[in-house]
């Protein structure tokens, strides 16, 4: 089983709809990340939280929010969609503290928004 | 803040031959980590190798080394007898050591394996 999963794989939406992104993760780490990718520009990062009570905006956190409900879940939702945030949408986790400082990625969320 | 470039969008290689991708990053930080990360087609991110500042000596995994040059502030990858399965687009990352919350990527270089 994957340790750091991603729910769903693929969705398609509307613009204006609510979404909801949902990363579990179970290897036990403190730390967990929400990056965007777009073609030609990298991974960006959206939001980051390092424990539950713990949630920090990254650089692009408009439009966006997250939920941390539990060490293990870590949720990114789009209040409105719009065609802008259609993109391919990563979970990402580190423990604390780290020998590497490897993050451990999900397989990934691709949105579109029509 | 940092930032990373990378200044080849795509890159190809022979099977077998040996190919180096690009990587060069501006931070005024003198502790932290660089790392390369590959991206095949199916969109998982996978860690290729590691490697940190406070280390002089070049990381190297199987056929995965790299050239890190502190002072040039350069960290290029380098694929030895490449395989097909090395065809993938490859991110250049940066973590800072003072403030190590946030991985600051590349642009990415997209590699193709010839037959």
């Known amino acids: 089983d994957a340790d750091v999963t991603q729910t769903p794989r693929n969705r398609i939406t509307k613009t204006g709809k609510r979404i909801m992104l949902e990363c579990s993760q179970t290897k036990g780490h403190d730390r967990m990340y929400w990056y965007r990718q777009d073609p030609g520009l990298g991974l960006r990062l959206i939001y980051y939280s390092f424990d539950v009570k713990d949630i920090n905006k990254g650089e692009i956190s408009d439009g966006y929010s997250v939920s941390r409900q539990a060490q293990a879940k870590f949720s990114l939702s789009l209040e409105s969609a719009i065609p802008n945030q259609t993109a391919l949408y990563f979970c990402?986790?580190?423990?604390?503290?780290?020998?590497?400082?490897?993050?451990?990625f999900g397989p990934g969320t691709r949105l579109t928004v029509l | 803040a940092q930032t990373v470039t990378q200044s080849q969008p795509e890159m190809s290689v022979q099977e077998a031959e040996t190919v180096t991708l690009s990587c060069t990053y501006d931070?005024?930080?003198?502790?932290?980590?660089l790392f390369w990360y590959k991206q095949p087609p199916s969109r998982q991110m996978i860690l290729v190798i590691r490697?940190?500042?406070?280390?002089?000596q070049n990381a190297t995994e199987n056929r995965f080394s790299v050239n890190f040059q502190k002072a040039a502030k350069s960290f290029s990858l380098k694929i030895s007898d490449s395989q097909l399965g090395d065809a993938a687009m490859y991110f250049c990352a940066f973590l800072g050591g003072g403030s190590n919350y946030k991985l600051t990527f590349g642009k990415g270089t997209l590699l193709t394996v010839n037959p």
């Open positions: 490697q940190e500042a406070y280390k002089q």
């Open positions: 931070t005024s930080e003198s502790d932290y980590y």
């Open positions: 990402a986790t580190r423990p604390t503290p780290s020998s590497y400082n490897e993050q451990f």
